[in-house]
C-alpha cells in the first residue's frame, strides 16, 4: 500500500512519509491507495483481544512500512491504563433499546482526541527514524481548545519533538485555559493570542510555509510538522474504535456477527465521521452514517442537498468543538466517491477557496443518500436532550454528545428504523460542566468553574477525572499574551533561533 494526494493522485509515498509531511504539497489531503478488507472472522477474533492488540491488528493494514514491533512500539505506549482512565481503552454504555453510547473520552484529556493524539507522537517519531530523518520536529498547533490540550499531552516530553500551541486570550472555555496553561513537560510551549481562533491559525499557516524559517529551521536540524486532523496520523486510530466497537457488540451478544448497525457521530472538521466510513468499507456491517451538526449545520445542508456553502452566519454555541464552517476531511470522501479523480476535487476546492461554495454532481448527491443521513439542533434542543436522557436513563451527556443524540431521536422517529444503533460520544460531562449543569438544573450556575465539577459530581454521580481534579492546585506556568503579528518571533525565540 501507498499514499497519493487528493489533488495529484500520481502522489506515491509510504505512511511514514505521509504522517510526517502532513499535507501534499499540492494543499491535498493524503489518502491510502485503497481501502484494506477486514473479514467478519477476523472482527470477531479482535473481541478476544485487548485495545491495543485490536488497533495493532488494524494498523497492520494501514502503515504497510512498519515492522510489527513498531505497531506494536506505538499501540502499546498509547493504549494502556496509565493514560486512559479504563483498561478497555474505549467504554461502550447499553442506553436504551438497542442504542450504545461509545466513551471515547477516558483519555488524559477527557476528549475523543485523545484516541488520536495520544498515539500520533508515536507513530511520528517512528516514521520520522524510519525514514532516516535526523531532525526534531517541531509541531505547531492552533486550537480553539481541545485539539491544544490533547496534542501537549501527547507530545509532551517525547524525545526528539517540541511543541508550540497558540490560542485566542479571550475564546476557550476556564477549565481549556487552565488546562493548557499548567501543561508539564519541557518540550512544550503554550501561548495566549490576542484575537480570535481565526487569527492563531492564520499565523501559523503563514509561519509553516515561511520559506526564511523553514531553511533557518532546516539548518538548525529541525522542522515542522502538524497534528491537527488533516493529518493520516491522526485519521488511521479514529477507525480503529468502530471496528473494536463492533467486535465487543458481538463478542457481548448484543448483535450477532454481520448484523448491520448504525453510526451516529456528533461532527466538526468531519474526521472522525470519516473514520466510520473507512470502517464501514474495510467491511465493518453500517446501514447508516449518521452525521449530527449543531446550528453551523454546513454538512447537515451539503449531505441533503449535495452544496457546501460556507457563506453564512457563524454561531458561537454550547459544543464549540463542532463549530467549524470548512470541514477539512470531506475532501478525502468526495476524492473516494468520485472515483479518484483528483481534477475534479481540484476544481470543487478551488472553488470552496474562491467563492465559498461548490455543488457535487448528481451521482455523488446519490451515494451521499445512500451511505449517510444528516441532521442537526440548536442550543435548546442540546440541554433539553441533556436533561431528558439523565432524567429517563441516569446518564449525563455532554454538549457535543448531546447534539448526536438528539439527531439520532429524530432520525429513529422519522424513519422509522430501529437497527441497532452506536452513538461516538465525545467529550466527558466534566469538560463542559457549566452547560451541563444549566441543562439538568435548568438555570446557569454560579460556582465557579471547580465548584461546578463537584455540584455535577453529586448530580451524575461519575468519578471526576483525575486529570481535571489536579488542575485545581496545578500551578499556572504559561502566562504569556501577544498579538497576532509577534507568532512568528514567539516561535523563534522559542526555538532559540
Ligand atoms: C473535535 C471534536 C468534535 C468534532 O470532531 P471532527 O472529527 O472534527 O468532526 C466533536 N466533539 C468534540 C468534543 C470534539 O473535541
Redesign the pocket.
Known amino acids: 500500500m501507498y499514499y497519493k494526494s487528493t489533488r495529484n493522485s500520481g502522489v506515491k509515498i509510504t505512511s511514514a512519509e505521509a504522517i510526517v509531511q502532513g499535507i501534499s504539497e499540492d494543499g491535498g489531503l493524503f489518502v491510502p491507495s485503497e481501502i484494506p478488507s477486514i473479514t467478519m472472522d477476523e472482527i470477531v477474533r479482535l473481541g478476544d483481544m485487548s485495545y491495543a492488540e485490536r488497533a495493532a491488528y488494524v494498523f497492520a493494514k494501514y502503515l504497510t512500512d512498519f515492522t510489527e514491533a513498531e505497531i506494536r512500539y506505538c499501540t502499546e505506549n498509547a493504549y494502556n491504563d496509565k493514560k486512559f482512565a479504563t483498561d478497555n481503552i474505549a467504554e461502550m454504555s447499553h442506553l436504551f433499546d438497542g442504542t450504545y453510547i461509545l466513551e471515547l473520552w477516558h483519555g488524559p484529556t477527557c476528549?475523543?482526541?485523545d484516541m488520536a493524539l495520544q498515539i500520533l507522537p508515536y507513530l511520528l517519531t517512528t516514521s520520522v527514524k524510519k525514514i532516516n530523518i535526523n531532525k526534531k520536529i517541531v509541531i505547531l498547533v492552533a486550537t480553539s481548545g481541545?485539539?491544544g490540550k490533547a496534542a501537549l499531552e501527547g507530545f509532551a516530553d517525547v524525545p526528539g519533538t517540541q511543541i508550540m500551541v497558540f490560542y485566542p486570550e479571550d475564546g476557550v472555555s476556564p477549565m481549556q485555559k487552565r488546562q493548557m496553561t499548567t501543561q508539564s513537560g519541557e518540550n512544550v510551549g503554550v501561548c495566549a493570542v490576542e484575537g480570535n481562533f481565526d487569527d492563531c491559525q492564520n499565523g501559523v499557516k503563514s509561519i509553516f510555509t515561511n520559506e526564511e524559517i523553514k531553511t533557518e529551521l532546516d539548518r538548525n536540524k529541525m522542522m515542522f510538522s502538524s497534528a491537527n486532523?488533516i493529518n493520516w496520523g491522526r485519521l488511521a486510530p479514529q477507525i480503529i474504535y468502530y471496528i473494536s466497537a463492533y467486535a465487543t457488540l458481538v463478542k457481548d451478544e448484543e448483535i450477532k456477527a454481520g448484523d448491520k448497525i448504525n453510526i451516529v457521530?456528533?461532527?466538526?472538521?468531519?474526521?472522525?465521521?470519516l473514520a466510520a466510513y473507512y470502517a464501514k468499507h474495510m467491511g465493518v456491517p453500517v446501514n447508516k452514517l449518521i452525521c449530527a451538526s449543531n446550528t453551523n449545520k454546513v454538512l447537515t445542508d451539503f449531505i441533503t442537498t449535495g452544496v457546501y456553502d460556507r457563506n453564512r452566519q457563524f454561531f458561537t454555541t454550547i459544543?464549540p468543538?463542532?463549530d467549524?464552517l470548512i470541514?477539512s476531511?470531506l475532501e478525502r470522501l468526495l476524492y473516494l466517491m468520485c472515483g479518484e479523480n483528483d481534477a475534479q476535487i481540484r476544481e470543487w476546492f478551488g472553488s470552496l477557496a474562491k467563492d465559498g461554495r461548490y455543488e457535487v454532481t448528481h451521482e455523488i448527491k446519490a451515494k451521499l443518500a445512500e451511505e449517510f443521513a444528516a441532521g442537526y439542533c440548536d442550543d435548546n434542543e442540546t440541554k433539553a436532550t441533556i436533561k431528558k436522557i439523565y432524567d429517563k436513563y441516569s446518564y449525563t451527556l455532554?454538549t457535543?454528545s448531546a447534539v448526536a443524540v438528539k439527531v439520532y431521536e429524530d432520525y429513529r422517529q422519522s424513519t422509522g428504523d430501529i437497527t441497532k444503533t452506536v452513538i461516538a460520544s465525545?467529550?466527558s460531562p466534566y469538560k463542559f460542566s457549566a452547560s451541563v449543569l444549566e441543562a439538568i438544573e435548568g438555570k446557569a450556575s454560579s460556582l465557579d468553574e471547580f465548584a461546578m465539577v463537584d455540584r455535577l459530581k453529586e448530580l451524575s454521580g461519575y468519578d471526576i477525572p483525575t486529570s481535571l481534579a489536579e488542575l485545581k492546585t496545578k500551578e499556572r506556568r504559561f502566562n504569556d499574551v501577544i498579538t497576532k503579528e509577534q507568532q512568528k518571533d514567539y516561535v523563534l525565540k522559542q526555538l532559540s533561533m
Open positions: 476528549a475523543f482526541k481541545d485539539t486532523s457521530v456528533p461532527t466538526g472538521n468531519f474526521g472522525n465521521i459544543s468543538s463542532m467549524i470541514s476531511n455532554d457535543h465525545t467529550a
